[in-house]
């Protein structure tokens, strides 16, 4: 099913059999990446790993995307990663696309591009009738489906539970030689940052999710609803695109650091990123392309007295978000040159690396930041 | 942390800082392997992928425990299994060693010895406070580790979100030589069928749940308490057992046939794995080997109206079952001496594989089984 053709039509439960009425998304409290527990809890909780986290005798982060493993077989390694969340899109098609989007990510952040098998993790949610089960888990997994089918992978397991929640998942492993893996600790000073989706899936997900509602929040911020409409497309378009052609670039264009971006946002990524350097780095974020509209979504929030998803800070979380690369300045521009040209979408120079100033290596973003806005290709 | 002395000991609440009232298994309505989405349901919905199950140009059944998965590395193959699934003790720590023996059992099954590779999966409950929570999760990490590293594996990745339910799982991959897995479509007739680890877990679950719960159950039925007790250690024990060694010797002892035992009930899975054999075979099963006193329990139970867990139809779930064998029968003497020596527990001849009888190979229990109560280890 064409992806781009699904995300414009909309999604109307009636034609699928299923209540006017029916939101995918009630069956959950959270959204997407948002569920994530927080960083600094988990990484709390993680201790008891610690010792184990050696690889090729250096110590990994758990901000690593994937886990790469040496095998018993020369030359080979294991990359495997597993993400689940709950729905953050009322059509379980697309929601099915960016779940299987969103896993993948994490391979394609490291340069593997072959996926060598999915496994699906599935939880149903234990207050569906039977028909609404039916069709939504059908929907879901065809949309898992040929998003696999694009990424030239198969899915080949999968666990499925009943759960409270509708609970959406997988897990992606690759079996590769030691040169399908690119090094992401390897950013250098005058290293220039791109990144490839715009932020701001949060504000357009929750906006959109406000106006279905109809929760009186679009009128007492005084919201454009066609604008949301057109941002939560957008945001679909994004969230469901494979970041795979990002991945093969990183290749060609001798990235030197590379990490997706997705639930701690794109500066809790970056952080998880600069402090995995090599070399002694501060990632500065000068410039955050923006979905359209979402900016002024959020100052409203703010004028109101708000957080607006803390999207400004860099914490707003993504969903299947963006490849945020460090490369040397004309890698940069040929980047965004070929992956234009390859995916017929933008990314964006959004900052630099610099020599550390402190101690550690951090990521910031700039004082003197400035906004794009980012036009919906839809 | 010794497993034995852990399950010996008991779990109390308060000393692990938590309130005396506290029940892990209250965090949830459904336990361990039963939670799993009927198996009629599942081979319904799952008709999107059959077209994806093929390898080596074979229809690969759902039935089996792993998907195994050809590399574009020679001779080499991807083994990799998922599952996850929710509390049924109220121990966390022996549930993290649960988790991690059931989520091995299915590489196990296929003679996979060595895990390369853990995931946990995690989901944490959005009704713990922070201590409990903190309590919990490190238990069950710890609880998960330490049966990682009696495997000889290690856990580098996995994904935790908050849930409703606390929600426990993880992923096992290994990268092997095709004749580190051992064939499992090979049972002729005259082979004997051996099981690893008794039914009835479900019922000492359960049991041992209306005695916490102070539910009535135990007066109504007129049950043993101390019986109860008894039998729900020699649960946790053997769920918490590895089935390794049980791998191991599947290759020193020519197994034509294995899967391990766990949500579908001893015949489910029997089913499953007659469903999948080359010859035209049927596998009889003519003993039940019962965990001691959950015969007497299942006895009431259908006394007072009720099916009694379905235990003597094969359809009481298992979590961490033992494998379930089909060797020639010199073999099957063999292994278990061989199970006994290394795990200092009995296994059991509990049928046999016959030609077919139908036009499809199917596994039953025979009219005149007989029942075998197995006293507990501890």
């Given at each position: 099913m064409?992806?781009?053709?699904?995300?414009?039509?909309?999604?109307?439960?009636?034609?699928?059999?299923?209540?006017?009425?029916?939101?995918?998304?009630?069956?959950?409290?959270?959204k997407?990446?948002?569920?994530k527990?927080?960083?600094?809890?988990?990484?709390?909780?993680?201790?008891?790993?610690?010792?184990?986290?050696v690889?090729?005798?250096?110590?990994?982060?758990?901000?690593?995307?994937?886990?790469?493993?040496?095998?018993?077989?020369?030359?080979?390694?294991?990359?495997?990663?597993?993400?689940?969340?709950?729905?953050?899109?009322?059509?379980?098609?697309?929601?099915?696309?960016?779940?299987?989007?969103?896993?993948?990510?994490?391979l394609?952040?490291?340069?593997?591009?072959?996926?060598?098998?999915?496994?699906?993790?599935?939880?149903?949610?234990?207050?569906?009738?039977?028909?609404?089960?039916?069709?939504?888990?059908?929907?879901?997994?065809?949309?898992?489906?040929?998003?696999?089918?694009?990424?030239?992978?198969?899915?080949?397991?999968?666990?499925?539970?009943?759960?409270?929640?509708?609970?959406?998942?997988?897990?992606?492993?690759?079996v590769?030689?030691?040169?399908?893996i690119?090094?992401?600790?390897?950013?250098v000073?005058?290293?220039?940052?791109?990144?490839?989706?715009?932020?701001?899936?949060?504000?357009?997900?929750?906006?959109?999710?406000?106006?279905?509602?109809?929760?009186?929040?679009?009128?007492?911020?005084?919201?454009?609803?066609?604008?949301?409409?057109?941002?939560?497309?957008?945001?679909?378009?994004?969230?469901?695109?494979?970041?795979r052609?990002?991945?093969?670039?990183?290749?060609?264009?001798?990235?030197?650091?590379?990490?997706?971006?997705?639930?701690?946002?794109?500066?809790?990524?970056?952080?998880?990123?600069?402090?995995?350097?090599k070399?002694?780095?501060?990632?500065?974020?000068?410039?955050?392309?923006?979905?359209?509209?979402?900016?002024?979504?959020?100052?409203?929030?703010?004028?109101?007295?708000?957080?607006?998803?803390?999207?400004?800070?860099?914490?707003?979380?993504?969903?299947?978000g963006?490849?945020?690369?460090?490369?040397?300045?004309?890698?940069?521009?040929?980047?965004?040159?070929?992956?234009?040209?390859?995916?017929?979408?933008?990314?964006?120079?959004?900052?630099?690396?610099?020599?550390?100033?402190?101690?550690?290596?951090?990521?910031?973003?700039?004082?003197?930041?400035?906004?794009?806005?980012?036009?919906?290709?839809?």
């Amino acid at each position: 099913m064409d992806r781009i053709a699904r995300i414009q039509e909309g999604f109307e439960p009636t034609k699928y059999g299923l209540d006017e009425k029916f939101v995918l998304t009630k069956l959950t409290a959270m959204k997407g990446c948002g569920c994530k527990v927080p960083r600094d809890v988990l990484l709390q909780l993680l201790e008891t790993f610690k010792t184990d986290l050696v690889i090729n005798n250096d110590e990994v982060d758990i901000g690593l995307d994937s886990c790469v493993i040496p095998l018993r077989h020369k030359g080979l390694r294991l990359v495997q990663t597993t993400d689940f969340f709950y729905p953050l899109v009322d059509d379980p098609y697309i929601m099915g696309r960016i779940t299987c989007a969103n896993v993948l990510s994490d391979l394609y952040a490291m340069g593997v591009v072959d996926c060598d098998n999915m496994l699906m993790l599935l939880g149903v949610a234990v207050d569906l009738n039977e028909i609404e089960r039916d069709i939504i888990v059908r929907q879901f997994i065809q949309g898992f489906k040929d998003a696999a089918d694009e990424a030239d992978t198969k899915i080949r397991g999968g666990q499925t539970v009943r759960c409270p929640w509708l609970l959406l998942g997988g897990v992606g492993t690759s079996v590769v030689h030691d040169d399908e893996i690119i090094k992401v600790d390897q950013a250098v000073p005058g290293d220039l940052l791109v990144l490839t989706k715009p932020i701001g899936g949060q504000v357009a997900v929750n906006s959109y999710e406000w106006l279905k509602k109809e929760n009186g929040k679009i009128e007492e911020l005084g919201l454009d609803v066609a604008k949301i409409r057109r941002a939560f497309k957008q945001a679909c378009e994004q969230m469901s695109r494979l970041n795979r052609n990002a991945a093969k670039l990183l290749h060609t264009n001798h990235a030197h650091s590379s990490t997706d971006v997705t639930g701690f946002g794109l500066l809790g990524h970056a952080e998880n990123l600069a402090r995995v350097q090599k070399s002694k780095v501060d990632f500065v974020i000068e410039t955050l392309p923006i979905i359209e509209y979402m900016d002024e979504i959020v100052d409203k929030m703010i004028e109101a007295g708000g957080e607006g998803f803390r999207l400004y800070q860099g914490r707003s979380a993504e969903t299947s978000g963006g490849l945020l690369i460090a490369l040397s300045p004309e890698d940069a521009e040929k980047y965004i040159e070929d992956i234009f040209e390859l995916d017929n979408r933008p990314a964006w120079i959004i900052g630099k690396v610099v020599e550390r100033k402190g101690d550690e290596n951090i990521a910031y973003i700039s004082e003197n930041y400035s906004k794009l806005s980012i036009h919906s290709p839809l």
